[in-house]
């Protein structure tokens, strides 16, 4: 279980801070409330946490009565929603109540003639609802005014056909509707609804007692009014927007909560990832089943860089795509993030953390289209650059099998004894290359490198980089006298995917250091 107490350094805290009091200051956002999310060690849900600006403005000032934005402040998260649509989509799937690659008209009869697709066609199913990819066109912003519809309503929807843009199954689409579709399917499975069904299955069980869907479900003296954009730059651009009652289109984008409870939810979904999962919340959602949620399953096309002097871009920033509910990124700096933004007529979210360390950053803010994104990343990349321990992922264990043979590569490498390599060398070895060859190959890598076979005799197998549960590294750094482009020795170890595997390479090569 976490025990680490953190404590972040001031400077972090200094600079996150002026980050989302100057997007206040500037107008970007009428207000938001901020926390840092505790990792896979931390014993806290919140490292930190903060706030800007104030409940309700009116004509650019604080409306009587409102009051500055805290900790306990309540804010639509939008369509971070969706994560936990996708979530009981996938315990319903656990239990045997559905399939993902089930036709959504299986559940939701009147949803068999919706789709524009041609005979060849797949049949819409659930899978492709969860991953943005059944074609359906973007609904960004007219779905953001549809939350209050009625199943009746939403029938007559499907009635009258939805558009495509993409045949199924082809490419990424972002597509509220397809989230409503889903959250159909969990009312017609259970006999319920789904707001209750999330309730039930989420929110009570991980004590996240200031979210919910409505005003009745939320304590409103927290909640924080959400306001539209006008076409001013200062204060009184901000003007304010009625609630919306909630409906079908709930279930992509109808929850309120606060950044304590989503902290909460966001350790549940990131323990996924986490080095002692085994025992953790398995009966609300298996620890498969969160991991599959944090895959990529279709990818998300990118913007190519700006093009450089040669006339040619350098490539993409990042790899990104959705999996169930959330989106997937991998960035050069940052590694593997996950997340979901949230925009909805009078607020702006974002929930992001990093996968290897499960540090994340959640953002509320309670003006439309707010800059939540720019701002959680901004302050995630602060974090790395002034805590880079807190980014340090759990180290990768070699199998007990992987550490036994390096044993004998290292007595191999130390003794060229024929016996230990005829118990240890998968039937591949000598074919791709002879022990001969290798033992020269050694040789030479010794002498690019300056060092001697003493050097290699004095290595242990605890010495070795972890790469995977089958795979270890070596680095002898050579004796150039401090050189900076003297060669180091590199010893590889792959083991072959047996249970009772051998080796099946051990490469010896001289490396200059990058």
């Not at 350098?314 to 933004?341: A, K, M, N, T, W």
């Not at 004796?479 to 010893?491: D, N």
Request: net charge negative; hydrophobic share 40%.
């Amino acid at each position: 279980m976490p025990t680490r107490t953190t404590a972040l350094p001031q400077s972090a805290l200094t600079e996150i801070t002026a980050l989302f009091d100057d997007a206040v200051a500037q107008h970007r956002t009428s207000g938001v409330t901020w926390a840092i999310v505790g990792g896979h060690g931390d014993a806290q849900a919140v490292l930190a946490h903060g706030a800007a600006g104030h409940h309700e403005l009116l004509d650019g000032s604080p409306a009587p009565g409102s009051s500055p934005l805290d900790r306990a402040t309540v804010s639509r998260i939008a369509s971070m929603t969706k994560s936990f649509t996708a979530a009981t989509i996938l315990a319903l799937r656990d239990e045997g109540a559905v399939r993902l690659d089930d036709p959504v008209a299986q559940y939701v009869p009147e949803a068999a003639d919706a789709f524009e697709v041609a005979s060849d066609d797949p049949r819409i199913t659930l899978r492709h609802l969860l991953t943005m990819g059944a074609g359906l066109v973007t609904d960004n912003p007219w779905g953001d005014r549809q939350e209050a519809m009625t199943p009746e309503q939403f029938a007559d929807t499907l009635a009258g056909g939805l558009g495509h843009v993409h045949r199924p199954d082809t490419g990424f689409e972002y597509s509220n509707t397809g989230f409503a579709l889903l959250g159909r399917v969990i009312d017609e499975v259970t006999g319920s609804d789904y707001a209750g069904e999330i309730r039930r299955r989420f929110l009570d069980p991980l004590g996240l007692e200031a979210t919910g869907w409505s005003a009745e479900e939320i304590d409103t003296a927290h909640l924080a009014t959400g306001h539209r954009l006008g076409d001013r730059a200062d204060a009184t651009r901000f003007e304010p927007v009625p609630l919306d009652a909630p409906g079908v289109y709930g279930a992509m984008a109808g929850l309120f909560s606060t950044v304590d409870d989503v902290a909460t939810w966001m350790r549940f979904l990131a323990a996924a990832d986490a080095p002692d999962t085994a025992d953790r919340d398995q009966e609300l959602l298996s620890t498969a089943s969160r991991r599959e949620m944090q895959q990529l399953k279709r990818h998300h096309p990118l913007r190519a860089l700006p093009a450089g002097e040669d006339g040619h871009s350098p490539g993409f920033d990042r790899i990104r795509g959705y999996g169930f509910g959330l989106v997937v990124e991998q960035f050069p700096d940052l590694g593997d993030v996950i997340s979901h933004s949230g925009g909805y007529p009078g607020y702006g979210s974002f929930m992001v953390w990093s996968r290897a360390s499960g540090v994340g950053i959640v953002a509320l803010a309670n003006s439309k289209y707010a800059p939540a994104v720019p701002l959680s990343m901004q302050a995630l990349r602060i974090l790395q650059r002034e805590s880079p321990a807190l980014f340090t992922p759990a180290p990768t264990t070699a199998a007990p099998r992987t550490l036994e043979a390096a044993d004998g590569a290292l007595t191999w490498l130390r003794t060229a004894d024929d016996a230990v390599a005829d118990a240890w060398f998968a039937d591949n070895m000598d074919l791709d290359t002879s022990r001969t060859e290798r033992r020269r190959r050694l040789e030479t890598a010794l002498v690019a490198t300056g060092l001697t076979k003493e050097s290699v005799a004095a290595l242990r197998v605890e010495d070795a980089t972890v790469l995977s549960r089958a795979q270890l590294r070596w680095v002898l750094p050579g004796s150039g006298k401090g050189e900076a482009s003297t060669p180091s020795l590199r010893i590889d170890l792959l083991m072959d995917p047996r249970r009772e595997a051998l080796i099946q390479s051990l490469d010896t090569t001289a490396v200059v250091p990058r």
